[in-house]
């Protein structure tokens, strides 16, 4: 059993706001993504589901560790074309390599050691086809009364600098970059919206 599985059946999940990112809902207002679309960490599936939603014709697969947070997302009433497959980022099945137009960011970034950031990354660009985009909200600093820097715990923060540069040494080209007007009570100015393209 992961951590992340305890966590769930534990019910402490204090990432999972039942309900969609709010920059994730701008985004989609006037930027509707298509095609083949990847969320890794999905969770239940808030943001698969609104992905969903606002691209009919997009198929949507929300990827996770935990089997409960699956089992949980497929307890939902479907929204559009998405499915929820248990696996893990780092070990992807060998269908799923290079299968995505997009893959959508969202809270997984933060929740993995600093020391796995290249493996993650580079989990992403082999996701991804020739072209295809990462887009995500970025937890800069996560950091409050009850997450530290330093406790080994996530979630884990980091720089926009130590970020895009990481994006970059992947060949990952930094397309727009901005600060959300929304997101989530208590991230207020403390989260990034990025959208990347690979070769």
Same mark, same amino acid.
């Given at each position: 059993?992961?951590?992340?599985?305890?966590?769930?059946?534990?019910?402490?999940?204090?990432?999972? @706001?039942?309900?969609?990112?709010?920059?994730?809902?701008?985004?989609?207002?006037?930027?509707?993504?298509?095609?083949?679309?990847?969320? /890794?960490?999905?969770?239940?599936? *808030?943001?698969?589901?609104?992905?969903?939603?606002?691209?009919?014709?997009?198929?949507?697969?929300?990827?996770?560790?935990? /089997?409960?947070?699956?089992?949980?997302?497929?307890?939902?009433?479907?929204?559009?074309?998405?499915?929820?497959?248990?696996?893990?980022?780092?070990?992807?099945?060998? @269908?799923?390599?290079?299968?995505?137009?997009?893959?959508?960011? *969202?809270?997984?970034?933060?929740?993995?050691? /600093?020391? @796995?950031?290249?493996?993650?990354?580079?989990?992403?660009?082999?996701?991804?086809? /020739?072209?295809?985009?990462?887009?995500?909200?970025?937890?800069?600093?996560?950091?409050?009364?009850? *997450? !530290?820097?330093?406790?080994?715990?996530?979630?884990?923060?980091?720089?926009? !600098?130590?970020?895009?540069?990481?994006?970059?040494?992947?060949?990952?080209?930094?397309?727009?970059?901005?600060?959300?007007?929304?997101?989530?009570?208590?991230?207020?100015?403390?989260?990034?919206?990025?959208?990347? !393209?690979?070769?």
């Amino acid at each position: 059993m992961t951590e992340w599985e305890e966590h769930y059946q534990q019910g402490h999940t204090p990432w999972d @706001k039942g309900a969609p990112a709010p920059p994730l809902l701008d985004f989609l207002r006037t930027e509707p993504l298509d095609g083949d679309i990847l969320v /890794p960490g999905c969770g239940m599936g *808030h943001d698969v589901r609104a992905i969903a939603a606002a691209a009919p014709k997009a198929r949507l697969t929300g990827l996770d560790i935990a /089997p409960t947070a699956i089992d949980r997302a497929r307890g939902f009433a479907l929204a559009g074309q998405e499915r929820y497959v248990l696996g893990d980022l780092f070990d992807l099945e060998p @269908k799923l390599r290079g299968a995505f137009d997009w893959v959508w960011e *969202h809270t997984c970034y933060c929740a993995i050691p /600093p020391e @796995k950031r290249e493996r993650y990354l580079e989990a992403v660009a082999a996701a991804l086809r /020739p072209g295809g985009r990462l887009l995500g909200v970025f937890y800069l600093d996560p950091y409050d009364n009850e *997450h !530290q820097p330093g406790n080994g715990r996530p979630p884990f923060g980091t720089s926009l !600098q130590d970020l895009e540069q990481r994006l970059s040494a992947h060949g990952f080209q930094v397309l727009r970059s901005w600060v959300p007007e929304r997101s989530y009570p208590g991230r207020e100015g403390r989260e990034r919206m990025i959208l990347t !393209q690979r070769p």
